[in-house]
């Protein structure tokens, strides 16, 4: 899809400089410009750039002046930063722009769906599914029997959502996450064999959640495995069975959260943070990358380390461990010369 310079600065309430009707139909970086491509400028210093870029729009700030002949067709707005990413907003929109159900894909009589579904060929639709407006749902997706998604919801290619999951708002599902798989419960028998017990809850997810590529959420043993409003999970993270996540939390990828932990709200987790089952973080937690939580922790903390401890102490302490050998040489040596003196003076 092409649009004109005149068209992108009515979008972003712009003023054109240039030529208005200059034509592009992709995005790119300023120094990576390209006849057809819109880049833009904000850091003054990529600004030797927009007297090279071959790109045919460039969005900047409405201070700037060229000190040289440019090529690029400008539009001047307030913040080019922020209209950038709106434009990035409005692209993806009409990108994902999607609706209808193609074929071959099966919906179940007793499901129902709101306006605007876009199902994407070979995906299925289960016994009593409730689908809201204006979801997008991409081949090759399994939607399980009495599934609820809300309104505005996402859910790309290869993505398997397990029965009874609940799915709020203008969330986001990326490719190959399975929400409500079956939680990681046996009961060891006598005999050394494992009993496994049924798992019988579901998953929620409330409204604006994202979850990253190949993500698992597992279902509760009883009730819900909860992710609450605005939490963003990143790709290959394992949310166990009856886990709670608190608003605003964002964690990062390969992170594993065990069984009946809670994490409180606007908490950041590091790349993979390990967290023991039955443990409760507070709000606020900082927990930075490749740490083990083995407690509980109270809000505002920042940590790090396996098992974690204060941030501030294991970067003291790491100075020393990396200065360990040193020490223990150093160790020795006072050894050799108390020893000595002890001789001496006997």
Known sequence: MKFTAEQIAGILEGEVVGDSNALVSRLSKIEEGTEGSLTFLSNPKYSNYIYTTQASI???????????????????????????????????????????????SVIAESAKYGENL?????????????????????????IGDNVVIGNNVTIFAGVNIYSETVIGNNCVVHSGVVLGSDGFGFAPKPDGTFDKIPQIGNVILEDDVEIGANTTIDRATLGSTLIKRGVKLDNQIQIAHNVEIGENTVIA??????????????????????????????DNVRIQAQSGVTRNIKDDEVLQGSPTFGYNEFNKSYVYFKKLPQLVAEIEELKKIINQKNGNNG
């Open 58 to 104: 460039t969005i900047v700030n409405e201070s700037f002046e060229p000190e040289l002949p440019i090529a690029t067709t400008l539009i001047k707005v307030k913040d080019a930063y922020a209209s950038f990413t709106k434009l990035l907003e409005f692209y993806n929109e009409v990108k994902n722009n999607k609706t209808g159900i193609e074929q071959p």
């Open 118 to 142: 876009y199902l994407g060929s070979f995906s299925y639709v289960g016994q009593n599914v409730t689908i809201g407006d204006n979801v997008k749902i991409y081949p090759n997706s399994f």
């Open 253 to 282: 990828a390969q992170t594993g959260i065990a069984g009946s932990s809670k994490i409180g709200k606007n908490g950041m987790l590091g790349g993979q943070v390990g967290i023991s089952g039955h443990i409760t973080l507070g």
